[in-house]
């Protein structure tokens, strides 16, 4: 039996481990089996928010803030999952900044946000009114502040009407700018068609290499990003302290599941779309390499059990959020630099930061 | 003269490379030389010198990735800046004559990747990023005085990146790109809502704003970023757009000292392949022809700089760096290319390095 097992597995892994993805499938899958699964998820989980808040604002009690609160961090983890998709749909109309303004290196949208409740802005209670205003005050980090910060707990009792109707316009918001990412990303003719059909006349993909060259690049941009947004500034490093009150979402626990989900995301990208599979004989074993050090990062996020901010001082999990960052840049290396060399492609040596 | 001679002895030990009897041999041929930031095939930085013919006459190792390069004659040395938001610069002699000397930003500051010598290579200035406070300045160097910081000025705007001299040796042009970025937060763009990009005119002695000009309000996020300055004197700029990918703003355009600025109208087909991004700007020997890239749309193009239209365009994959060359250009790429465009006489070439956005004619 054990004979037999082994023969099958023989037979199975080998083609698994040849199989190999043209540029064509790669895009494919990166468009049908990924991002528009993704889009639409985030899309679910933004509306669910919404609902959320209209119940938590319709009757306050214990129960709707704390199914208030579990919405928000599903629905800005599914943000998470796609917040790297840094093309398309989510570059029009500041979308990615209305959705998550991050880093706000001054704490700007913090005393906006704190002055909106303080004063009973009514600007900021009304969804057509709050996209007017700063896109600090209008997107995630705004509402985290809402339903966890200084004051929340009032949320669930009267009296606290104009905190809960400005939390509601935030997620309305947020509601109708997911609605409007997955639009672009299913619309025809839109992102979604130029990338798995680069032709000649597309203003933005001409070919299939500058759309594979877009999608490593997403990836290899959004590592780069989440270690220098979302995890250097708070860690202790070079001899300065540690400043857990940098982290994103630090009021509300989600840092690490947020940093999580963004890893999932770039993650699934890179695994659905096949896209390190797409390389000659030479490069077969950079697929597993990616995989492997995905897990890594997976495992080192799992280690960060604490709030960010006895995490940053526990000397165990402290070192889990070095090894973290050291990840980081080996996946950015590998997809940015191995990979892209295997594609054939140029990820950026001239363009990728505006130089 | 910066050519031949003086690169014949450009075997110094300040130098990774000496000269091989090879190079000695291509560089008697030569009578242009040009100096670039490059990544080598093993991932490491450095700048070279290349011979009109591509071949390469020097090179020194930087500590980091490189940027843009200037170099003053009368100062007897060139200055390879990091790449922003770096914090090194390294000066080095041409002519090999003394090792490489490698400054190190302020606290509190970074280069951005680009400076120019004042006429007399007494003074070196760069821009910077007063990080802290998201204001550009310019830094002042003493170059007689091993390259100690005197000074700095405002560049009366944030993210300054290309600033060059006019040509009546006392005026200043910056481009003001408008993003903030900050060191804790690597090269993430904290601003785009807000962006306020604008060229500057700054008297360089004593830093006084001379005059500011801004684009329309609907383009504050058209980052003005690379210059060069044409035979009339005006300023062409070239522009990366930070906006909606669906929008296709215009990209390069004028700016004069008496207060003009305008951007030209390229056509459809020509701005929809620079892909909103300009990467570099060079006028030609003759002040007549100014040429733009786009890396990311793998684009050059040759502007007639008096009928303000295009008067070429031509593929380079990756292609960035623009340098004059005899009536044209000499164009380089992140592959590692090396071709001449619009009018000149020059081979295809290909090296094993990659270089980085800006080629410098040197002689």
């Known amino acids: 039996m054990r004979l037999l097992l082994l023969v099958l597995m023989m037979v199975f892994a080998g083609p698994a481990l040849a199989q190999t993805a043209t540029p064509s499938q790669v895009l494919d899958a990166a468009v049908n089996k990924v991002i528009r699964p993704a889009v639409a998820a985030f899309k679910t989980r933004a509306s669910g928010l919404e609902s959320a808040m209209g119940g938590l604002c319709a009757a306050p009690s214990e129960g709707a803030l704390a199914i208030a609160r579990q919405q928000f961090g599903l629905a800005a983890q599914a943000y998470g999952r796609i917040e790297f998709l840094r093309i398309g749909p989510l570059m029009e109309d500041n979308r990615a900044d209305r959705l998550l303004f991050w880093p706000d290196r001054r704490g700007i949208g913090l005393r906006q946000v704190q002055a909106i409740i303080a004063e009973q802005d009514s600007g900021a209670s009304e969804v057509t009114l709050l996209r007017q205003k700063s896109v600090a005050v209008q997107g995630f980090g705004a509402l985290e502040y809402v339903l966890f910060g200084t004051d929340a707990e009032g949320l669930a009792a009267a009296g606290a009407e104009f905190r809960c109707r400005y939390g509601q316009a935030i997620a309305a918001n947020i509601s109708g700018i997911a609605d409007q990412v997955a639009m672009g990303w299913y619309r025809y003719d839109g992102v979604a068609s130029h990338l798995t059909r680069p032709v000649p006349d597309n203003a933005d993909y001409r070919t299939e290499t500058e759309a594979l060259e877009a999608l490593v690049g997403l990836v290899a941009h959004g590592i780069e990003g989440l270690r220098d947004t979302r995890i250097n500034p708070f860690v202790a490093q070079g001899g300065e302290p540690a400043k857990p009150k940098q982290a994103l979402f630090w009021r509300s626990g989600l840092t690490m599941a947020m940093i999580a989900a963004d890893i999932e995301g770039m993650e699934a990208l890179v695994a659905g779309s096949g896209m390190a599979r797409a390389v000659g004989p030479d490069d077969a074993g950079l697929d597993n390499s990616i995989a492997f050090e995905f897990r890594n990062a997976h495992r080192a996020i799992g280690l960060v059990t604490l709030p960010v901010e006895q995490a940053v001082v526990d000397e165990k999990q402290a070192h889990a959020l070095d090894y973290l960052i050291i990840v980081t840049q080996s996946l950015q290396t590998m997809i940015g630099e191995q990979l892209s060399a295997a594609l054939e492609l140029s990820v950026g040596f001239s363009s990728l930061d505006g130089d | ?363």
């Open chain 2, 1 to 363: 003269m910066w050519q031949r001679r003086a690169f014949l002895k450009a075997a110094g030990a300040g130098f990774a490379a000496g000269l091989l009897p090879r190079q000695v041999e291509a560089l008697e041929r030569s009578d242009l030389v040009f100096a670039s930031s490059v990544q080598t095939a093993a991932g490491s930085y450095g700048a070279v010198l290349l011979g009109e013919r591509g071949d390469v006459i020097a090179s020194i190792d930087l500590p980091d990735r490189g940027h843009d390069i200037t170099i003053s004659r009368e100062a007897g040395r060139g200055v390879v800046f990091a790449r922003q938001p770096g914090t090194f610069a390294v000066v080095f002699d041409p002519q090999g004559r003394a090792a490489p000397v490698t400054l190190t930003s302020v606290e509190g500051r970074h280069f951005y990747g680009h400076g120019v010598f004042s006429p007399d290579g007494r003074l070196l200035y760069a821009t910077e990023s007063d990080f802290e406070a998201a204001r550009g300045v310019v830094g002042i160097y003493d170059a007689t005085d091993g390259y100690r910081r005197i000074g700095e000025f405002p560049t009366f705007g944030t993210g300054p990146h290309e600033m060059l001299l006019m040509p009546d040796g006392v005026t200043f042009v910056v481009a003001n790109g408008g993003i903030e970025t900050h060191p804790d937060f690597g090269r993430t763009e904290l601003n785009l809502e807000t962006m306020d990009p604008s060229v500057v005119f700054i008297d360089r002695r004593d830093g006084r704003l001379i005059g500011q000009l801004r684009l329309d309000a609907g383009l504050h996020q058209l980052s003005i970023r690379h210059m060069a300055i044409d035979g009339r004197g005006r300023v062409w700029f070239g522009c990366q757009y930070k906006g909606a990918p669906a929008d296709k703003p215009q990209l390069v355009g004028y700016a004069t000292m008496d207060g003009e600025i305008r951007l030209i109208e390229l056509p459809p087909g020509t701005l929809a392949d620079l892909r909103n991004y300009v990467g570099s700007v060079a006028v030609s020997a003759d002040g007549v022809t100014v040429a733009v890239s786009s890396p990311e749309g793998d684009l050059l193009v040759a502007i007639d700089a008096e009928g303000k239209r295009p008067v070429l365009a031509e593929t380079l994959r990756n292609g960035c760096g623009l340098a004059a060359d005899g009536m044209g250009f000499v164009a380089t790429s992140g592959n590692g290319e090396m071709i001449g465009m619009a009018g000149a006489d020059r081979a295809a070439q290909k090296f094993d390095f990659l270089f980085d956005n800006h080629i410098l004619r040197v002689g």
